[in-house]
T-cell receptor
Framework: EADIYQTPRYLVIGTGKKITLECSQT?????MYWYQQDPGMELHLIHY???????EKGDLSSESTVSRIRTEHFPLTLESARPSHTSQYLC?????????????FGPGTRLTVT | KNQVEQSPQSLIILEGKNCTLQ??????????LRWYKQDTGRGPVSLTI?????NTKSNGRYTATLDADTKQSSLHITASQLSDSASYIC?????????????FGRGTQLTVWP
């Protein structure tokens, strides 16, 4: 079991609210990722980071933003939530060493915007 | 276009039976092929990772095969258990960038009945 944590696990919030989804890992991994997954659909990469102060947008356009001030922490923020943001958000990190292929996923945050 | 297709979309089997899940990919240049297990409401957990030079890998009752020539992979589950009920996701990675971009299939939803 990987040491990667996400909070909250479930969030129901009204339109227009600002939200931050937390992700932290205790493995010292440099690379971290955010994915978005709708039911029955594939995961889509929305943000990634190679390390502190490094952030890039992924394949799927997203109105969210991320920051990487500390190695272990990679929060995702939505300034103004909309119903179209309803989805599951998964955070992951990868090992820089010999197992660099491996990505470890957190349990996910299920976001519902009403 | 890089993509991953999985079949069947869903599968129901009786406890103790074997099953095989299929995956076809068109990712190029190809680096490695992964199978993940995702329980409902949880993040994916890695089962196997195979590079293009490997053609089989086992993890307990799970055995994955890879044919890099035909771009096909399969995941065989032996003596299924109720806890095997989950979505099984095939993921292909390219080696065209340092990120090692992942391409996710939509998963096969496996249900094991007692």
């Amino acid at each position: 079991e990987a040491d990667i944590y996400q909070t909250p696990r479930y969030l129901v919030i009204g339109t227009g609210k600002k939200i931050t989804l937390e992700c932290s890992q205790t493995m010292g991994h440099d690379k971290m990722y955010w994915y978005q997954q709708d039911p029955g659909m594939e995961l889509h990469l929305i943000h990634y980071s190679y390390g502190v102060n490094s952030t890039e947008k992924g394949d799927l356009s997203s109105e969210s933003t991320v920051s990487r001030i500390r190695t272990e922490h990679f929060p995702l923020t939505l300034e103004s939530a909309r119903p179209s943001h309803t989805s599951q958000y998964l955070c992951a990190s990868s090992d820089p060493g010999p197992n660099s292929y491996e990505q470890y996923f957190g349990p996910g945050t299920r976001l519902t915007v009403t | 276009k890089n993509q991953v297709e999985q079949s069947p979309q869903s599968l129901i089997i009786l406890e103790g039976k074997n099953c095989t899940l299929q995956c076809n990919y068109t990712v190029s240049p190809f680096s490695n092929l992964r199978w993940y297990k995702q329980d409902t409401g949880r993040g994916p957990v890695s089962l196997t990772i195979m590079t293009f030079s490997e053609n089989t890998k086992s993890n307990g009752r799970y055995t994955a095969t890879l044919d890099a020539d035909t771009k096909q992979s399969s995941l065989h589950i032996t003596a299924s258990q109720l806890s095997d009920s989950a979505s099984y996701i095939c993921v292909a990675s390219d080696r065209g960038s340092t990120l090692g971009r992942l391409y996710f299939g939509r998963g096969t939803q496996l249900t094991v009945w007692p």
